[in-house]
């Protein structure tokens, strides 16, 4: 076998998901490099697989990559992991693929299990379009300013999230994006898998009714409506929207989205009509 990196799609969680190819490969490899051999030792077990691992993360890809590039250039085929789903999507493996790229390593996918795809097919929200996000930022107001941007997209929108802030997250999704329809797919294929459907709100009250939350969380957001014409005028609009208890910036968002114009559009608009 040539020398090839191997990028290797491993179960999100049930292990019958593995593909035979995957199998196959991970056993005619030199080295496995995972991104925490204790997770992929859970499924090189189940399969019988001896081939050696090697760890390769976030904190260590620096220095593992010469390491690795180098045994492919003296003809050792290696393995790529994450711990579950596709490498790199929302994972590490970034700069040893562009590496193997620059030294003339063959690169290869082979394709598995992806917790934003199984979700999107599952979710019940168009297909024809989406946009992948990976994870929200966590601080407050990185993530809204991101939200904001996406607020115009004509697809579905995909997220991943950390169990113990997802009802963070809710909130920040329908300050957004207000009623918009939100799916939130829970332990993808395992046991406990889930899908609750609802507005961002009802979705975030189910999980604050329950103890804890737990589990890789999925979150997806249905696309944007084409504007709506509304003869209103823009100031009776937002003022509509503030008597009934929005704040005054959220309102203009609302409003903007609602017209199809941008946020400074109609903040300036407003300011001109002030004066």
Do not use: W
């Amino acid at each position: 076998m040539a020398a090839t990196l191997f990028l290797i799609g491993t179960p999100i969680g049930n292990l019958e998901d593995v593909t035979y190819r995957a199998v196959r490969l991970l056993r005619e490899a030199a080295v496995i490099a995972c991104e925490d051999t204790r997770e992929t030792r859970k499924l090189l077990d189940h399969f019988d697989i001896r081939t050696p691992t090697i760890s390769y993360h976030e904190h260590n890809e620096a220095e593992r990559t010469p390491e690795l590039i180098e045994r492919l250039l003296a003809g050792e085929s290696v393995a790529l992991v994450s711990d579950a789903g596709m490498p790199l999507v929302s994972d590490p493996g970034y700069r040893l693929v562009r590496a193997a790229i620059e030294a003339g390593v063959a690169v290869q996918p082979v394709p598995g299990p992806s917790a934003s795809l199984a979700a999107l097919a599952a979710s019940g929200l168009p297909t024809d379009a989406f946009h992948f996000a990976g994870f929200l930022p966590p601080k407050p107001g990185q993530r809204a300013r991101l939200l904001e941007s996406l607020a115009g997209e004509h697809a579905t929108l995909i997220f991943y999230e950390a169990p113990h802030r997802v009802l963070e997250a809710l909130d920040a999704i329908e300050a957004a994006f207000g009623p918009r329809p939100v799916v939130v797919a829970r332990e993808i294929t395992k046991i406990h898998e889930e899908f609750l459907r609802g507005t961002a709100a009802e979705i975030r009250a189910q999980l604050a009714a329950r103890d804890a939350v737990r589990g890789e969380i999925t979150i997806l957001v249905g696309k944007a409506a084409g504007p709506v014409h509304d003869d209103t005028p823009l100031e009776d609009a937002v003022e509509a929207l503030v008597n009934g208890g929005v704040p005054r910036m959220d309102a203009i968002k609302q409003v903007a989205r609602s017209r199809g114009l941008g946020k400074r559009e109609v903040y300036d608009h407003l300011l001109k009509e002030k004066k």
